[in-house]
Structure formats: structure tokens, C-alpha cells
């Protein structure tokens, strides 16, 4: 199947990956509003709030706990969870979110979630072209896992970051990460591994739950995360930290937006990072990387690996912004239940249904634990609640059309290597255009690239086959490692 003004295209022919192009991408329409100018993310923007803004500091909503691979021996990373806090400048004001009443027919609730997706997506049009105020400060949390290697191996090691897609959590990723550390090798080379919970997922939305009343544009993901590289990644990967990161120095602060994670005075990197972003976390990476000078954006990332992310074609924005009965996810999101007795009730709902039967077992009970929490009215609900999810969705065009734009401009420097993993023949794949629509995603910044498909798999590999992703991460980093000398250290 091929897209309108796509050379021909059977990705059947093409199993393990997709080709090069022959002939370039359509450029994006010539509208102003797909014109983009500056980076995605000023870096004079990238900031915390001020400490005397901070008058408490909060707890961990749900402790700390174990990885899954606590009782094996085999993978000697330990787990501890962290506070920070988010960017400072948010893109949007506070508005009034909709709402949907709780007791009411199913066909009701499915009219009022259309309404609901409606209004969202007006509210964005009218705030996009609102000539006034189009942000605010405010005081937000983001939650974090670390994972450390607890084995010294006399070298220093990369640093990862995986960032979820959208209605996840950062404990998703554990069974893949069971898969990459598996590896004698890659273990000698990972040292830190760090997963977060975006400001509306997982535990930061509970940390956040009475401030989340706004749109979310989607560069505040990538905001937050250059929050988190500029100002709280620790200086160091050895040792213990507390709960909540400390900020680094001013004086670190200001070399890191100058150099990034590198040292001019010993002619090397501080800190190698790999980039590893799913779905909607792999459109805020992108466009963090792009927001990032080129002289910066490999001290930053050195190799980013993209899971079928969120980055769309504008020249097919219509199948986001005038779809008749809503942006389906939103709508999806909105009618989906999100509150059960008790997390038993819950795993037997999600059983049946084709969506959670066909995630990987390990992923499914992560969720259950990890995305689900005990209300103080004693019942399990959503950490996310199903508006904030829905808000998400209708907010996909804010990110990634500009993703899709940057990189075909080429805007994402050559020095950082791109990885792609995406979905495998006969699955769902983003975007109306089908496989020809992902070749052309894969191939919008053809240097310093690659792609593979995962058999089986559709768009949400990590809970489908995050044994193979582990797997296709381990090859790609040790990839990364010989091309750049790094194994010979």
C-alpha cells in the first residue's frame, strides 16, 4: 500500500526493515503555520522554578520498590525512584477542562467524549491563534527511575533514558530492560539507566494532580526533559542519591548549555547518552535533540533510538484535526473505565479485552501494579486520570507535525545516530499512509540512520515484544560503541 504522491510500495517485500527512499518526501504544505521558526524549545526557556517557589517538598506517592529482576543474580542493576522538579515555563494557561459525568448511559457518555474531544481541539485552535498570553509559570514534579549497575567495571558506561508513550508509566519498560541487561556485554557498557513519568503519567501526575489544569502541548515534554539533562542529572553516575536530585552547580549548569556533557579541558565526553523515546516519548526526544544546537546535540544524545514515535506527516494533518466523531484514542481514552474494587478486578477486565491480550505477561502485571493505585475511598483507579490521557491525544498535532517538518528540514545534527524500531508486516502502523506512510518517517533524515521492523509486533512493541526490543537496543549500542572506539576503553 502507498500514500498519495509516494512511489509505489509492498513493504511485504521488505520484512526485517524498510528501504531507502528513491525519490524525496513530499515537502510539507507551504503554510505559515507549519513554517516552525527557532528551535522547538529555546534553551533560555529550559529552567526549574526558583528554590524559594518550592516551600515543601513532596513525598513519593507510591515508595520505593524492587525492578523485576531483583531475585536474579544475573543483572546487577539495583532500582531507586527520584523527585525533580519539572520545567518551570509551561506552554499554555489554565483553561476548564471538560468533563463527563460518571452515571450515565454508555451511548451518553460516548456523545459527551465526541463533545469533549471537540472542545479540546477548539480550545487549542483558539489559543494557537490567540495573540495574548500563551504560557505561564508553574511548579510541577516529575518522577523518575534510576537503575545503577551495582558491578564496577573499571570503565566508564552509558547513560539511558527511556521515555513512555502516551497513557504509560516508566516501570513499561522493565521487561525490555530484563532483555538488554541479560547481556554480559552490553552490562559492561550500560553503567545508569533512568525512566520517567512526564508531568500527567504515572506517579508525577499523582504529585501533580490539582495543577494539570491545562492543555499540554507536547514541547513541554521536551522542555521538562532538557530540564532534567541541564540542571539535575547528577555530575557523577557512582553512588547512592536522595530521593529528591539536588540541582548541579551553577557553574555546571552554564557548561552544560554551552558544551552539553563534555569537557573541552580533557577533550571528552562527560557523560555518553543514549536517547530511547516510544510513541509520544519518542517525539519529545526528538524534538529535545533538535531544540539543542548542532554543535550540542550529540554531547546531548549520541545515539537516539525511536520506537514508532509519534511523528506525523502534515500533509495528512486532516487525520488529525477533522476527524467527524473525534480523535479516536481521545475519545477512546474518555469512555474507557478507570476505576476498579481492586487490582484483581482490574487484571480480569483487562484479560478481556484483544488490546491488553496481547501484551507480554510481565508487562501487564507491571501495569497493574504501577499505573493503578489505591484511592483514599479505597478504590484501585488510573494514576492517569482518563481526561489527561485524552488531553494527550488531542494534543498530538502540537508535536508531531513539527517533528515531521524538523527532520525532513534536517534539522537534527548527522553527528547523533538515529534508530528507529517499528511495527512488522500486516500490523497497524501510525498515520493513514500506511508502511509507505513509516518508510518515509524512517528515512526523513536518511544520514547516520537506521530502521527494523519487529515481526509481530504493531505500535506498542514495548509491551508486545519487549524481548526482541531489548534485544535490537543491545545490538544497536554495541553498534554505536565499536563505530565510535568506545569498546577498545
Not at 513532596?58 to 523527585?83: F, M, N, V
Not at 508553574?138 to 513512555?164: M, P, Q, S
Request: proline share 10%.
Amino acid at each position: 500500500m502507498s500514500s498519495p504522491n509516494s512511489e509505489p510500495y509492498d513493504d511485504k517485500n521488505y520484512p526485517t526493515s524498510h528501504p531507502p527512499l528513491t525519490r524525496a518526501p513530499t515537502p510539507p504544505p507551504a503554510e505559515p503555520r507549519f513554517e516552525y521558526p527557532g528551535p522547538p524549545v529555546p534553551l533560555e526557556t529550559v529552567y526549574p522554578p526558583s528554590l524559594e517557589l518550592i516551600p515543601q517538598l513532596p513525598s513519593l506517592p507510591c515508595g520505593q520498590r524492587k525492578p523485576i529482576w531483583a531475585e536474579d543474580p544475573r543483572i546487577p542493576y539495583t532500582l531507586t525512584t527520584h523527585i525533580v522538579p519539572a520545567a518551570h515555563w509551561r506552554e499554555d494557561p489554565d483553561v476548564e477542562l471538560p468533563t463527563i459525568p460518571d452515571s450515565i448511559s454508555k451511548d451518553k457518555r460516548l456523545q459527551l467524549a465526541i463533545e469533549a474531544d471537540e472542545q479540546l481541539r477548539r480550545m487549542r485552535r483558539e489559543k494557537d491563534q490567540d495573540k495574548g498570553k500563551k504560557g505561564q509559570k508553574k511548579v510541577l514534579w516529575l518522577v523518575l527511575n534510576r537503575y545503577i549497575r551495582t558491578v564496577e567495571t573499571g570503565r566508564d558506561g552509558l547513560t539511558l533514558f527511556c521515555a513512555h508513550a502516551n497513557g504509560f508509566n516508566k516501570e513499561i519498560w522493565e521487561p525490555t530492560l530484563v532483555s538488554l541487561l541479560s547481556s554480559r556485554t552490553v552490562q559492561s557498557s550500560v553503567q545508569e539507566i533512568w525512566a520517567w513519568d512526564a508531568v500527567n503519567h504515572g506517579d508525577s501526575a499523582l504529585l501533580n494532580a490539582s495543577r494539570l489544569n491545562a492543555l499540554f502541548h507536547w514541547r513541554n515534554a521536551a522542555r521538562d526533559l532538557l530540564t532534567f539533562f541541564t540542571h539535575y542529572l547528577p555530575t557523577t553516575v557512582a553512588g547512592s542519591l536522595p530521593t529528591h536530585l539536588p540541582r548541579v552547580s551553577e557553574e555546571e549548569i552554564v557548561k552544560r548549555l554551552k558544551y552539553g556533557f563534555y569537557d573541552p579541558a580533557k577533550s571528552r565526553k562527560t557523560r555518553t547518552i543514549v536517547g530511547i523515546g516510544h510513541s509520544f516519548g519518542g517525539c519529545a526526544s526528538t524534538l529535545a535533540a533538535i531544540s539543542l544546537p548542532p554543535s550540542l546535540s550529540s554531547n546531548f544524545f549520541s545515539l537516539l533510538i525511536l520506537i514508532d514515535p509519534i511523528i506525523l506527516s502534515p500533509n495528512n494533518d486532516n487525520h488529525l484535526t477533522s476527524l467527524s466523531n473525534g480523535h479516536p484514542f481521545a475519545v477512546g481514552a474518555l469512555t474507557r473505565r478507570s476505576e476498579w474494587p481492586s487490582r484483581s478486578t482490574a487484571k480480569e477486565a483487562f484479560l478481556k479485552s484483544p488490546f491488553f491480550q496481547r501484551w507480554d505477561p510481565r508487562v501487564l502485571e507491571l501495569y497493574i501494579e504501577s499505573a493503578l493505585f489505591v484511592s483514599s475511598e479505597k478504590q484501585v483507579k488510573l494514576k492517569m486520570p482518563p481526561l489527561l490521557e485524552a488531553v494527550n491525544f488531542s494534543e498530538t498535532p502540537t508535536g508531531s507535525l513539527e517533528a515531521w517538518v524538523r527532520l525532513w528540514r534536517g534539522e537534527l545534527s548527522k553527528s547523533v545516530e538515529l534508530r528507529w524500531v517499528v511495527p512488522g508486516v500486516g500490523q497497524t502502523v501510525l498515520g493513514p499512509g500506511g508502511p509507505s506512510e513509516t518508510r518515509t518517517r524512517v528515512w526523513l533524515r536518511p544520514a547516520n540512520a537506521k530502521n527494523v521492523r519487529i515481526a509481530g509486533a504493531g505500535h506498542l512493541i514495548p509491551h508486545e515484544r519487549p524481548n526482541e526490543l531489548g534485544e535490537v537496543i543491545g545490538k544497536w549500542i554495541m553498534e554505536y560503541l565499536e563505530s565510535s572506539g568506545k569498546t577498545k576503553l
